[in-house]
């Protein structure tokens, strides 16, 4: 049996690093034609951005401030010819999406959108399933989701909003590319390896085991160039890009068939909870996009803070009032010093204040618009069945060509 693969675990860096890498370099230049349709089965790749390739994991100094570099490259590149991108982001329907999420990420997405950029905005269901059943919450969930990104300006006019468990051959090249990766590579995912280390391997599912790889499908089935990511995720990208180029490599080295997705670095500052910790609705310290302005002050007034009087920014000695600055400031599109500054001695109790209205200042139009398409549940169904049929027809092209690529076409 001629196996000329990836090498499995061990053997992997001594036979196949360099010869993968080799070919990485290859796949980055634009080879094919593009298709002159105004919406192209595939974005052109990017490129006059000639940086090396982002890093992998561990995302620390040098290949960290490679991946800022590569991303102002990008953002220029954006702005100099936006048709060329194919965006793809997602997030998991875990419940209402947050303050948290619009500033993180997105803002982002409307402000790619707006520049001209294809968005395509993953609802990840599946990824729901990784370590519990499905919850009966997920229809009303998943159409929360849909309602969220309109009203924050995601315009599905532009954007497809889809559902990655509807989309058929996005699925099915979960096996090609399981194909293509190691156990061990998969289990050196710091998110699978957090997982493991905090469930114990014996109660992970598979599914959590394979889901960077479920996420590569998710980049590639589209022939997504982009992918806006906070550092933190860098690793998962790096093996949707070892992905693309060993299938490249292995099927098509003289005509790479998969663009080698780039991250896009946010700089979004990462917000955390209003008790200090990771931001989630499950810990209650979270302000939802669709939360009443007394919920959020609600919420405000339970605010973790600390026992000095005058507020001031420091987010490393004092994180849980800088959080809280931080979050105003965003929300006031000032500085975190000038909200510092301006409350300076009104202490905590007037920091609360100025946030809750903040808040609900900035969150007034979002929910406005909000209650407007929530109204409506046929709007919402009708916008995700169009955003799912746009990903499907990308998919089966996709599956098709992979299929014909990979001599299982008969
Ligand atoms: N893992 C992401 C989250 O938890 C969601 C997601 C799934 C995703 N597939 C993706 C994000 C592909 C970007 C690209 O929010």
């Known amino acids: 049996m001629r196996f000329d693969g990836p090498p499995l675990a061990g053997q992997f860096r001594v036979t196949g690093w360099s010869r993968l890498e080799a070919c990485s370099q290859e796949a980055t230049v634009p080879t094919r034609t593009v298709p002159t349709s105004t919406v192209p089965a595939r974005p052109v790749p990017a490129g006059p951005v000639t940086a090396s390739p982002v890093a992998a994991s561990p995302v620390a100094g040098s290949s960290l401030k490679a991946a800022r570099q590569r991303s102002a490259g990008l953002e220029a590149a954006i702005r100099e010819d936006p048709g060329r991108f194919r ?17 993180g990420t997105l803002l982002n997405r409307v402000r790619l959108q707006d520049l001209g950029v294809e968005v395509m905005v993953l609802i990840a269901d599946y990824q729901t399933l990784t370590d519990r059943d499905a919850p009966g919450t997920l229809p009303a969930d998943v159409l929360g989701q849909v309602a969220d990104y309109l009203a924050v300006g995601i315009d599905p006019a532009r954007a497809a909003i889809f559902a990655h468990s509807q989309i058929e051959p996005l699925n099915q090249l979960l ?7 190691s156990v061990a590579e998969v289990g050196r995912n710091p998110t699978v390896k957090e997982e493991f280390g ?24 589209c022939h997504a160039n982009l992918v806006p990511v906070g550092q933190d995720q860098l690793p998962h990208l790096e093996l949707t890009r070892t992905i693309a180029r060993r299938f490249n ?33 499950s810990r209650g310290n979270a302000i939802a996009l669709a939360a009443s302005e007394d919920e959020t002050a609600r919420v ?18 004092r994180p849980a009032v800088s959080n809280l600055v931080q979050l105003a400031a965003l929300c006031l599109e000032t500085s975190p010093e000038q ?20 808040l609900n200042e900035r969150l007034r139009p979002i929910r406005a618009r909000r209650r407007e398409v929530a109204a409506d549940p ?29 001599h299982t076409r008969y």
Do not use: W
């Not at 998991?92 to 500033?103: E, N």
């Not at 955390?272 to 989630?280: A, E, F, N, V």
């Not at 909200?339 to 903040?358: H, I, R, W």
């Not at 919402?380 to 599956?399: F, I, K, P, S, Y």
């Open 175 to 181: 096996i090609p590319f399981l194909s293509l990766v």
């Open 300 to 317: 405000v007034r339970a605010a973790r803070t600390d026992d000095r009087r005058t507020i001031t920014y420091e987010p490393e000695s």
């Open 198 to 221: 905090a469930a114990g391997g014996s109660s992970m599912s598979a599914l959590m085991f394979t889901y960077p790889v479920h996420q590569a499908a998710d980049i590639l089935f």
């Open 378 to 406: 046929g709007y919402l169904r009708q916008v995700l069945a169009d955003g799912n049929e746009r990903a499907r027809a990308l998919g089966r092209q996709t599956l098709s060509d992979v299929q014909a690529l990979m």
């Open 87 to 103: 965006v793809l982001t997602g997030d998991r329907p875990t419940g209402p999406l947050h303050v948290g999420h619009l500033f």
């Open 339 to 358: 909200v510092a500054a301006e409350v300076g001695d009104g202490g905590a109790a007037a920091l609360k204040q100025l946030l809750t209205e903040a």
């Open 249 to 281: 490599d292995r099927y098509c080295p003289a005509d790479p068939y998969f663009t080698v997705p780039d991250a896009l670095l946010s700089d979004a500052p990462l917000l955390l909870g209003t008790d200090g910790q990771k931001m989630s609705k």
